[in-house]
């Protein structure tokens, strides 16, 4: 069974979103393999961003090495001497434990279009993921990026997150949960901007190649129902309850319910899931 809703699945954006990242950057290989060949190949590349847990937390900088302000020095040992042994204080037991924001590495793919030739890196498709748009990771991805826009490599990159903070643009962007952005090099520092609403398909947006190479099409509405198809998330997926934050606003919020009656997944407030009566027996 396909998703319930016409495009993007707002129930990916939660707990199942590392596993269909990962999918879906497969399924988008695997469509536009057969539209590049063979002159272009389409490589899935893997790297780790660093993710901080716990918010507020800003004196942590990757990359930097960090010393303490007091640290244990073990003297040389001396010719031992018999002395009359000091009553030494007790020492106190700290009242309170706290935890210490540690960054945890997140395994991202990215798609990398390279001509067969010379193995240059054409295009570079990136599916955001919740640690590119939080904390530290805003401004690692940032980083990234404008290295990225300082060379000749084509960046085409994939929000489908309703949360956090959005790519740094000059200008407003029009409102919309999704967007999709395209910075050609040969175009900068222009970027082409598709936003798109939680009740439209996903659209079709253009790959830019070498010139005088046409952009080959990349569907991305057909890659989400593929990923469905491979993994059947609608047996995965909590319809039952409200999508994963930040909170739809009354409008939108009683046009997904609307979409999972008609769907026949969301039942009435009459009535309970297998799956809410077993989390309700494990409640204390």
Known sequence: MPSPFPGMDPYLEGEMWQEFHETFAGAIRAQLMPLLRPKYVALLAKRYDLDYPLSGVTSVVPGKTFYPDVHVVTPPRAAQVTAPVAAHPAIATPPVELL?????????????????????????????SPVNKRGE?????????????????????????RGGTRIDLIGELPPAPYYVFLSRWQRRPRTEVWPIGLREPLPTVPAPLLPPDPDVPLDLQAALTACFDLVGYEQLL?????????ELNAEDAAWVEEVLRQAGVRVGAEESSPRQMSIARESP
């Open 100 to 128: 210490s924001p540690m960054p945890e590495p997140v395994p991202i793919l990215s798609i990398e279009i390279r001509d067969v030739a010379q193995r240059r890196l054409v295009t570079a498709i990136e599916i955001l």
């Open 137 to 161: 990771g805003v401004h690692d991805y940032a980083e990234k990026r404008l290295a990225l826009l300082q060379t000749r490599t084509h960046l085409l990159e994939i929000d489908l997150l």
């Open 238 to 246: 909590d319809y039952t309850q409200p999508p994963p934050p930040p």
